[in-house]
């Protein structure tokens, strides 16, 4: 057995404990939640700061790592997305150094699970060995086109069969966004996922999605054209993007809104009265200010009791994979979000959003959470010089 205790123990099951102790066996698991009163402390490892569970960083783009710093910033997602094609043909062994060093990276950071999208085959072989548990979202777009969804789901099948669920790991079909994914493609994802999956999706990111959708205007109108494809067949509805979504989502699937940059409260109440097996929004604050000096206002999703989770994003948007980070840029930006449930979304929200919380997410009994180390003051666990470590 060990033992670890902190000045304090976030267990996301209740108050934090004041010098808490936390038993567990030598693979990780929680065999038992005390006090340090209760113990000899010279069978403790006792540290300043904080305890809590790994984190869980609910979007990621492993698969990008090696496009770090490879892309301006500021541009707005339009020209983001342009550049991002222009870089894909990049040497297969500097694309799998780049993958296991993002995987190492967030080892470091305290991240026990990943859900991570993947449009290739190319990070299975590292999330098959990694003690990281990844869902792989394995994501599909034709551009809108119904007469290319079936051709694009075959390729796209081959890459979801190549994912391993071995050691925890889990995977399903994915759309990409609202404004990638025909009719057809997204009846051919709806019926390959299973009870239990989670499906993620792209969802208002910038303006321009929107637009498109309600009054068939703005910029990714020239995009398409640009690409050869048409957009005739879609008409404006007076509604923004995610309205398009949740008509062609499974509501039975658990489903996973990422960016969410301008959704309102009004969009999340409609979301979640049509969800019902779950529905989940992942934040990539530093993502979102990397592409587009953005943020979503957080009150819209504290108002409306929406269930957050955070991600990084890929290191094509983004300088580190840190979830800490995250929790950072958004105690800056908008420090009115208590520490206690940004811990929350980084954490046991992320963990059910994956359908892995019977094992992670928080600290309980029976649980393998993994257990970080915050190396912070207790009243400041965000200030900038904040670091965390993996205990277990």
């Not at 038992?32 to 783009?61: K, M, V, W, Y």
């Not at 498109?212 to 109108?221: C, I, P, R």
Request: glycine share 6%; proline share 6%.
């Amino acid at each position: 057995m060990k033992k670890f205790s902190a000045d304090w123990i976030y267990t996301l099951q209740g108050d934090p404990l004041p010098q808490g102790v936390i038993v567990t066996d030598d693979h990780g698991k929680i065999l038992h939640l005390g006090q340090r009163s209760d113990f000899d402390t010279s069978e403790i490892a006792i540290f300043p700061g904080l305890i809590t569970p790994g984190f869980i960083n609910a979007h990621c783009h492993l698969e990008l790592s090696h496009m770090k710093n490879k892309v301006a910033t500021g541009t707005g997602l339009l020209p983001f997305l342009r550049n991002v094609v222009a870089f894909r043909d990049i040497p297969l062994e500097e694309i799998h150094a780049a993958i296991q060093a993002g995987d190492q990276e967030m080892q470091r950071e305290g991240i026990v699970a990943v859900g991570d999208i993947c449009n290739k085959l190319d990070t299975a072989a590292c999330k098959g060995q990694s003690p990281i548990r990844y869902y792989s979202f394995v994501e599909m777009f034709d551009f809108m086109q119904d007469n290319l969804a079936e051709a694009t789901y075959q390729q796209y099948r081959a890459v979801y069969d190549g994912q391993s669920t071995d050691a925890g790991n889990r995977k399903s079909c994915v759309p990409h966004a609202p404004y990638t994914v025909s009719d057809q493609l997204y009846a051919l994802i709806n019926a390959t996922n299973q009870p239990g999956d989670t499906v993620s999706i792209h969802n208002q990111e910038t303006p321009a999605e929107d637009e498109l959708f309600a009054s068939k205007t703005g910029g990714f109108l020239d995009f398409y054209q640009q690409f050869g494809f048409s957009l005739d067949h879609i008409p404006p509805t007076g509604k923004a993007s995610i309205y398009h979504a949740i008509q062609h989502l499974d509501p039975q699937r658990r489903t996973l809104f990422v960016h969410n940059t301008l959704t309102s409260s009004d969009d999340i109440r409609a979301a979640q009265a049509w969800g019902q097996a779950g529905v989940y929004w992942a934040t990539c604050p530093n993502a979102n200010l990397y592409i587009e000096n953005r943020l979503p206002y957080y009150l819209h999703f504290l108002d409306t009791n929406a269930k957050v989770c955070i991600g990084t994003d890929s290191l094509t948007s983004n300088w580190q994979l840190s979830v800490l980070e995250e929790m950072k840029t958004i105690a800056r930006y908008q420090s009115y979000v208590p520490f206690p449930t940004l811990l929350r979304w980084a954490t046991l929200n992320g963990a059910e959003a994956l359908g892995m919380e019977e094992d992670l997410g928080s600290i309980a009994v029976g649980k393998t959470p993994g257990l970080i180390l915050w190396d912070a003051d207790p009243q400041m666990p965000l200030a900038p010089a904040t670091t965390v470590r993996r205990l277990i």
